[in-house]
């Protein structure tokens, strides 16, 4: 009896990583530097949203450039088109604070450049109450205060990767496609803010 060969196509992920203490204080100091609002380029309805700015390029140096060479080492940059010629290096091109109330969002969406990352500082809720909220009692699943990967299956099915939001996630910070949809849901009674950051970044010639 011959045995089945069973399978399986290449795909792709994204990458978890816990901050330390002094890329948290870092970024908080980079924080107390916010520039222009950027509520202008969010599909999010937050309240507030402000450019922020690495400073002496630390953040980049001590933590996204490695994350940039390990999930290339992982999977390979599969989600990047590059000329035929030229030198291409990895930098940060922009990054910002947003400041959510309950009731705010930010829808499914994608970012534009060929790496993004978000982490959040501050988580005042439990998924585990949220769920507990009117609008999610008896259903099947509840998605409030709940942060979302999106992708479609072998199979064509739309499949949601969730992270059930409470205070055990602040200072995880998340490393994926630009191109990777994702959302995140509302939360309800609490009158303390989400903060959470997030960055794009792109690749330039070097040799111009």
């Given at each position: 009896m011959n045995r089945p060969?069973?399978?399986?196509?290449k795909n792709y992920g994204w990458i978890e990583h816990r901050m330390n203490d002094a890329t948290v204080n870092h970024i908080w100091d980079c924080i107390e530097s916010q520039g222009k609002s950027m509520k202008n380029s969010l599909v999010g309805q937050i309240d507030k949203s402000?450019?922020?700015?690495?400073?002496?390029?630390?953040?980049w140096d001590n933590v996204l450039d490695?994350?940039?060479?390990?999930?290339?080492?992982?999977?390979g940059?599969?989600?990047?088109?590059?000329?035929i010629r030229g030198d291409f290096a990895p930098y940060l091109d922009e990054m910002w604070v947003n400041y959510a109330n309950q009731h705010e969002y930010n829808?499914?969406?994608?970012?534009?450049?060929?790496?993004?990352?978000a982490a959040?500082?501050?988580?005042?809720?439990?998924?585990?109450?949220?769920?507990?909220?009117y609008n999610s009692v008896d259903a099947g699943e509840s998605f409030n205060s709940t942060f979302n990967f999106q992708y479609i299956d072998i199979t064509g099915k739309l499949?949601?990767?969730?992270?059930?939001?409470?205070?055990?996630?602040?200072?995880?910070?998340?490393f994926f496609p630009s191109?990777?949809?994702?959302?995140?849901?509302?939360?309800?009674?609490?009158?303390?803010?989400?903060i959470s950051i997030s960055g794009n970044i792109w690749l330039k010639d070097i040799n111009k």
């Open positions: 060969v069973f399978k399986e196509l402000y450019e922020i700015f690495d400073k002496d390029n630390w953040l490695n994350l940039y060479h390990q999930y290339r080492s992982r999977w940059q599969w989600n990047v088109t590059l000329p829808p499914f969406h994608d970012h534009s450049g060929v790496y993004s990352f959040w500082l501050k988580i005042p809720t439990r998924y585990e109450e949220q769920a507990q909220h499949q949601v990767c969730k992270y059930a939001l409470t205070p055990e996630y602040e200072n995880m910070l998340l191109c990777l949809q994702h959302c995140v849901y509302p939360f309800y009674n609490c009158n303390d803010q989400r």
